[in-house]
């Protein structure tokens, strides 16, 4: 509490954070030269073999999909993962590799140029690739969270100084949602360790940053920051035990929510200590100077710490502020 009584900037990852994390697997795009041996329904199966692995939230929208489809994930074994840049698994013998362009090197200009086009359409896309081939691009399209632009606001209104956003996924999208949530500044691109060094730049210049986050991808910077903040229901398990708070229910608006209450706890522990010291200090100088009797300073003392206690119980009180305005509630 003392720790969000004093945070001047706040970090906020994307995905799953800033966004529902519910992803949509919004288009297969086989690329030209696999087109004639691979069918949309068959790259899917393979996909959802290997991501039925994985806990990312790309991997549950490819799930999803098949699952709509009614496609069964073709069997899988010796998944791999690597936070910021995809997974791999053995599929009938060869090796599947789903990820960024990171991940999936040396991919062909073809295969680069299906990224961009998707990607410019604001989603994230990802390749696929087969043994030593690339067959397709994965695209898939978030859903802002509809108090997310909210949330941002008030965390501004409470005087914290600089809202920033950070993610893995690719500048396109990053732009456009952090033009939807109006945070000050955001970084794309990152892989976990590069979240890590931007909380630890931002540390130096602001002293107390909290980092909001979900993923594993996010937990070196949650244990970076001064104040680490989890998503309760869409947090996986490392996000939730590096993080010092935990948000339930996933509402963003607890955010400000803390802040506000940790401020308040502050405010008021700090008012009370002073006036605890300062009817402590009056009745020593008027035992001297007026001769106080010891009824009088006994009930002194004693009102005084009945008042500290009235004055800390008002807390119970503290109520979030609802939302105000209406927040844009969705995004490619
Ligand atoms: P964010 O910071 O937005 O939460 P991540 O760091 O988890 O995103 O992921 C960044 C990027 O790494 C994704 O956009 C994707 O390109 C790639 N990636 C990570 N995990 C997977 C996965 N399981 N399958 C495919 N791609 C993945
Ligand atoms: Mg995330």
């Known amino acids: 509490m003392e720790e969000a009584a004093t945070i001047r900037a706040v970090a906020i990852d994307k995905t799953g954070t800033l966004t529902t994390g519910q992803l949509r697997l919004a288009r297969v795009q086989i690329l030209a030269h696999a087109s004639e041996q691979w069918t949309t329904d068959q790259v899917l199966a393979l996909a959802a073999g290997v991501h039925e692995f994985s806990e990312h939230p790309l991997a549950q929208a490819t799930l999803r999909a098949a699952r709509a489809q009614q496609i069964r994930p073709l069997s899988a074994t010796d998944f791999h993962s690597v936070p910021g840049r995809g997974v791999r698994a053995t599929v009938a013998g060869s090796e599947v590799q789903i990820g960024n362009s990171r991940y ?182 008027s035992i001297f100077s007026l001769d106080l009797k010891l009824p009088y300073a006994v009930v002194g003392h004693e009102g005084g710490s009945v008042l500290v206690v009235l004055n800390g119980l008002r807390l119970l009180g503290f109520r979030p502020k609802p939302a105000t305005g209406s927040a844009p509630s969705s995004n490619k």
């Open 104 to 285: 999936i090197e040396n991919a062909d200009a073809g295969a680069l140029q299906a990224v961009d086009q998707l990607e410019q359409s604001g989603h994230t896309a990802v390749l696929l690739k087969h043994g030593s081939d690339i067959l397709a691009v994965l695209a898939y399209a978030d859903t802002l969270r509809p108090t997310a632009a909210a949330a941002v606001r008030q965390l501004r209104q409470l005087g914290v100084e600089r809202v920033i956003m950070l993610t893995g996924d690719n500048e396109h999208v990053a732009r456009s949602i952090a033009q939807q949530t109006g945070v000050d500044e955001y970084h794309a691109g990152l892989l976990p360790t590069d979240k890590m060094r931007t909380l630890q730049q931002l540390k130096r210049q602001y002293v107390k940053v909290a980092m909001v986050g979900d993923g594993v991808n996010d937990a070196p910077a949650l244990a970076a920051s001064s104040l680490g903040i989890a998503m309760g229901g869409a947090g996986t398990d490392v996000a939730l035990e590096t993080a010092d708070v935990v948000l339930m229910a996933d509402d963003l608006l607890n955010l400000p929510y803390v802040i506000a209450l940790g401020r308040s706890a502050r405010r008021t522990l700090l008012v009370n200590l002073g006036f605890a010291l300062a009817m402590i200090a009056a009745m020593v100088a």
